[in-house]
């Protein structure tokens, strides 16, 4: 709904005062979504994608091309950035999707599994250019499947089971409110969604498979 592809039921939505349903082209200016699965321009080359997107935000030229290089260095694309996308991996889809994303310095910028195909030194550059960027005042909402991640990476983290948000806040936070003084994020999402019932019924399994077969 935030970023426009869903309306609410009920209520608006507001970027920076900027009503997205009334003002969506406004709204989008500061905005940036990079999906899970990317859908990019097959028959463009990278630097092509990147420039096309500079064009639909009117950046100022010598300021792209001087971010352009920038992340793609950052990603490892400056080799392959004249080659068709079609070409790439998922791995490099990802990640010109996200140099896209970044490129032109938006205020909000939603991220689906942003990891997900990209290599450990990849992973580590995009942790360190969001806490960058969130440092400067962007605001990044990410969702993602590996707790470890949201630790690293999120000041805020809600935690979403069977379609709501039954916990919301800092790790400090989240500790206090499944009473512990400290732990893992695993260990606070698996106290309260039950997986740790789950957990024991497996070890209960691996004991009684021994037991057998003994």
Aim: glycine residues 8%.
């Amino acid at each position: 709904m935030i970023t426009g592809l869903l309306e609410p039921t009920d209520g608006d939505i507001r970027l920076n005062g900027i009503n997205i349903w009334q003002d969506p082209i406004e709204a989008k200016k500061i905005l940036s979504y990079v999906p899970d699965q990317p859908n990019l321009y097959p028959k463009l080359t990278g630097r092509d994608y990147l420039e096309f997107v500079a064009s639909v935000f009117q950046l100022d030229t010598e300021a792209f091309q001087k971010e352009a290089a920038l992340l793609l260095d950052i990603f490892g694309l400056t080799d392959r950035a004249d080659e068709l996308i079609e070409s790439y991996s998922h791995g490099m889809k990802q990640k010109i999707a996200i140099c896209g994303a970044l490129v032109h310095h938006p205020d909000i910028l939603f991220l689906d599994e942003p990891t997900v195909g990209l290599d450990p030194k990849s992973a580590r550059n995009l942790k360190n250019i969001l806490r960058e960027r969130c440092d400067q005042g962007m605001t990044a909402f990410i969702t993602t499947h590996i707790l470890e991640i949201a630790e690293q990476m999120c000041d805020r983290i809600g935690i979403i089971s069977d379609g709501s948000i039954i916990a919301l806040g800092t790790m400090d936070e989240l500790r206090e409110k499944d009473g512990r003084t400290e732990g893992s994020l695993e260990d606070i999402f698996l106290e309260l969604t039950g997986g740790e019932e789950q957990e024991a019924l497996i070890k209960e399994m691996s004991n009684t498979d021994s037991g057998e077969s003994s």
